[in-house]
């Protein structure tokens, strides 16, 4: 079986999407978003098909609000079924990306941690490199952990922070995958060699 990841992270707007559109592009492999919460502008699915010519495959659900998805899900008077949530299968690697952080509610009674404990495949745990990382990373790899998943490693995104960077893997336990840096012009070109800089493909095969 090709290689699987899941992508979450330690806050929204982090910069999930774009290191799993670098992710895709490098390792040649199908995205997919199980439930996109926000359709007015461009949605997580439509930037890594622009960033990176990933195979994309369709969300489970898709809904209006920008919010978090239960209460998105709530709001139109959608069911979320999480029991119908399966990672679908590729020839190629597969790269899953949640919503927000790791503890979001998908509905009232499941957060996207419970569905990446039910799936048991790798994560990808992405955390910003500003103030305030080391407490919102550690958390996060301790809720993981409490759940049983399995962590491959942690992907930084931002400015270089060297003690953050060091302390985060030394104190949890997790690897350091690389990092990502922020990027004034956002385009396949500057993603893909903004990946090549910062992780080795290696890693993920």
């Known amino acids: 079986m090709s290689a699987r990841f899941v992508v979450t992270g330690t806050d929204t707007g982090i910069g ?7 992710l895709c592009g490098a390792i040649g492999a199908t995205y997919w978003k199980p439930v996109q919460s926000g359709l007015e502008e461009e949605t ?3 930037a890594v098909a622009r960033l990176s010519g990933a ?3 369709p969300e489970a659900w898709r809904l209006a609000l920008p919010a978090s998805p239960h209460l998105s899900a709530e709001r139109e008077g959608v069911t979320i079924d999480v029991d119908a949530l399966a990672p679908p299968a590729t020839d190629a690697p ?3 990306e949640g919503a927000g952080g790791a503890l979001v509610p998908l509905t009232r009674e499941t957060l996207y941690a419970d569905l990446f404990a ?4 790798p994560a990808i745990v992405c955390a910003r490199t500003m103030l305030g990382t080391i407490n919102h990373s550690l958390l996060t790899i301790e809720a993981l952990k409490a ?4 962590i491959l490693g942690i992907a930084f995104i931002g400015e270089a922070m060297a003690d953050s960077e060091a302390i985060i893997p030394a104190l ?3 690897r ?5 840096d922020r990027l004034a012009d956002v385009t396949p070109a500057t993603l893909a060699a903004a990946f090549a800089r910062g992780f080795d493909t290696q890693d993920f095969r």
Not at 16 to 22: E, G, P, W
Not at 118 to 121: D, G, M, V
Request: no cysteine.
């Open 44 to 46: 997580d699915s439509e």
């Open 55 to 57: 195979r994309v495959l």
């Open 176 to 180: 350091r995958l690389g990092r990502l």
């Open 16 to 22: 999930k999407t774009l290191f799993s559109a670098a």
């Open 172 to 174: 949890s336990g997790v």
């Open 94 to 96: 597969l790269v899953i």
């Open 147 to 150: 759940r049983g998943v399995p």
């Open 118 to 121: 039910r799936w048991a495949i």
